[in-house]
Antibody
Framework: QVQLVQSGSELKKPGASVKVSCKASGYTFTNYALNWVRQAPGQGLEWMGW????????TYAQGFTGRFVFSLDTSVSTAYLQISSLKPEDTAVYYC??????????????WGQGTLVTVSS | DIQMTQSPSSLSASVGDRVTITCRASQSISNYLNWYQQKPGKAPKLLIYAASSLQSGVPSRFSGSGSGTDFTLTISSLQPEDFATYYCQQSYNTLLFTFGPGTKVDIK
């Protein structure tokens, strides 16, 4: 069965970096793009962008350029989200989600369990 | 960029009620519209894709309709497990997604 398993919660100080992992299983990793979605405490879902798991080419949404980096290790079917120069407003749950062709468009059909990143001094 | 709005932002309903949530896009998105359900502390779950297609395993009391800029998610008879927050999401611009702000459905 398809699973996306993310790394555990992180507590970081402002200015530090964090790397969140998302390990895929149950399907061919390079056949589906992976997206990242942020959810601040008590807030809605915010699409961060996606990474092409064939080429490693990332696409970032507005507001997620510069400090946010998507990467892959296809040898272990794992995607990564790295955030540098952390700010308190980066405190959120970060989800990875698989993209699937859905009708004539696309949808996010499998999601990781989420990783809570807390930024506090 | 395509902006998504939802109404209402929250609603209170009783078990057995018919519930309708509306999503509007800032420009025509054809039927490139998906709906997700999120329960507290859990990841979102895909309910409806392409505006009206039911994702495998989702109960038939959920339905979606609409095209262009206006869409609706309907729950025909609200069940206790349906109390959650619902999000629409557009995929008109290939792999440049936008979510709506969400609609919280709670118990009256």
């Amino acid at each position: 069965q398809v699973q996306l398993v993310q790394s555990g919660s992180e507590l970081k100080k402002p200015g530090a970096s964090v790397k969140v992992s998302c390990k895929a299983s149950g399907y061919t990793f390079t056949n589906y793009a992976l997206n990242w979605v942020r959810q601040a405490p008590g807030q809605g879902l915010e699409w961060m962008g996606w990474i092409n798991t064939n080429t490693g080419n990332p696409t970032y949404a507005q507001g997620f350029t510069g400090r946010f980096v998507f990467s892959l290790d296809t040898s272990v079917s794992t995607a990564y989200l790295q955030i540098s120069s952390l700010k308190p407003e980066d405190t959120a749950v970060y989800y990875c989600a698989r993209v699937v062709r859905a009708g004539s468009g696309y949808a996010l059909d499998y999601w990781g369990q989420g990783t809570l990143v807390t930024v506090s001094s | 960029d395509i902006q998504m709005t939802q109404s209402p932002s929250s609603l209170s309903a009783s078990v057995g009620d018919r519930v309708t949530i509306t999503c509007r896009a800032s420009q025509s998105i054809s039927n490139y519209l998906n709906w997700y359900q999120q329960k507290p502390g859990k990841a979102p779950k895909l309910l409806i894709y392409a505006a009206s297609s039911l994702q495998s395993g989702v109960p038939s009391r959920f339905s979606g309709s609409g095209s262009g800029t206006d869409f609706t998610l309907t729950i025909s008879s609200l069940q206790p497990e349906d109390f959650a927050t619902y999000y629409c999401q557009q995929s008109y611009n290939t792999l440049l997604f936008t979510f709506g702000p969400g609609t919280k459905v709670d118990i009256k």
